[in-house]
Structure formats: C-alpha cells, structure tokens
C-alpha cells in the first residue's frame, strides 16, 4: 500500500463541462504521475511532477491540465471534457530513492462523459 | 505506436502448472522492466522488475527472464494458483519518468 487515495472513485459528467480528479499521497513522495487505462492501449501518462509547482506533460496530455500546489496533492483537471476522455484514471508514485521507475498506483477514478 | 507489446491477450492455465506472459518491446534505450498485477476495480499492483544488465530475477512464485538481444522479456508464476488470475501489464523504462506499459494478458487459473 503506497497510501495513495484517489477521489472521486467514480464520476458521471456531460460534454462541456470542467471536471477535476484529486490525487492524495501520505508518504511525501516528490514524484506523482497521471495516467488512463483505455483498452488496447494499457496505461499511457498524461502529466507528472517532480515537485511542488514542477509539471510536465506525458505522452496524451492534450486536454488535460494538472497542478500541485502541495507535495501531498496532485490534481488532474479536464477544461471542458469530451466523450474521448471517458476513461480509468490512475494516479502514482514513484520512490526514486529505493527502486529506479517502479511506480505505485492509486486505486482509480472511472470518468464517463456523456 | 506501441512500444511495448504483449501480443496475447488472453491465458488460461491449470492451477499447478505454470504460467508464462511474454511480452516484446522496440525502443533498445529501455533499462529497466516491469510486471504489474491487476484486479478489477484496483490499480495496478507492482510485482516484480529486472534491470538490463540482469537477464534473470525470481521472487518466490514469479520469475522474470530478460532476452536483450531478442527485446523480449516473459514471466513466469509456478506454481500458479487461483488467485493469480488478474490482467498482468508489463512496462518499461528508459531512465526518464515515463513508464510504457503493454496493453495487458488476461491469466485466468482453473482449480
């Protein structure tokens, strides 16, 4: 257990409208990363920190934005979403000072936008 | 485009007998691999990782074999047991922050 929460678990939203998923760690890991689950795809990364303040974009991070503001809380946030978005949204963590890469996950949010 | 592939999306195996999930990659910049464990409705839940410069690593139940020259890496679960049936997601690294990840085999054990 990496002590990461996720929240919402799960989420029903309307095209169009701003929707913001919450990642909370309890171990003070500086690095945090945002990823969705599509089938065929597996997991693919849309943003990660490596710090307060510090971001930067993954591989689909088109449509999406992120913040952190505090080391425990990494937010995910979709400005007007679409039904593309409709996804498993997991958030993790890595402990760089133990294993290189190995990340932990959170438990998920499942985003469906109709 | 992939770059990591796990080409059978589906196994199922005898509970006892061994279970081996494959997978191949294309970036030869990779160094470090992983498998990953999931349940429905969880996260992913790491279970074992190699380095290149290992071409083997076991812990207890679970085996990874690392074929470089091949950019293959498979991993096997003896003996396999019913709690074991999961989607299993390999993934890779090239030192950076971005873990590519396979899109998964279904192990289903049959007791």
């Known amino acids: 257990d990496a002590g990461i929460t ?3 678990r799960h989420k029903v939203t309307e095209t169009g409208t701003p929707v913001t998923l919450r990642c909370h760690q309890t171990e003070n890991h500086r690095y945090m990363y945002w990823y969705r689950q599509d089938p065929g795809h597996g ?5 990660y920190s490596y710090g307060v303040k510090d971001t930067d ?4 991070s088109d449509g999406y934005s ?4 505090k080391t425990e809380d990494f937010l995910l946030t979709l400005e007007s979403a679409t039904s593309s978005q409709t996804s498993v949204y997991f958030c993790a ?3 760089k000072d133990r294993e290189p890469d190995t990340q932990y996950f959170g438990p998920g949010t499942r985003l469906t936008v109709l | 485009d992939q770059q990591v592939k796990q080409n059978s999306p589906s196994l199922s195996v005898q509970e006892g007998r061994i279970s ?3 997978c191949d990659y294309t970036n030869s910049m990779f160094d470090y691999f992983l498998w990953y464990k ?8 790491f279970l074992i990782s190699i380095s290149s410069i290992k071409d083997k690593n076991e812990d207890g139940r679970f085996t990874v074999f690392l074929n470089k020259s091949a950019k293959h890496l498979s991993l096997h679960i003896v003996p396999s047991q019913p709690g074991d049936s999961a989607v299993y997601f390999c993934a890779a690294s090239a030192g950076a922050n971005n873990l590519f990840f396979g899109t998964g ?3 289903t054990v049959i007791p």
């Open chain 2, 38 to 45: 999931k349940y429905p409705a969880e996260g992913p839940t």
């Open chain 1, 66 to 69: 992120v913040s952190r503001s």
């Open chain 2, 20 to 22: 081996i999930l494959n």
């Open chain 1, 57 to 60: 974009k993954g591989e689909v």
């Open chain 1, 43 to 47: 997991l693919r990364l849309i943003h």
């Open chain 1, 93 to 95: 963590i890595s402990v």
């Open chain 1, 6 to 8: 996720q929240s919402p």
């Open chain 2, 105 to 107: 085999t279904r192990l």
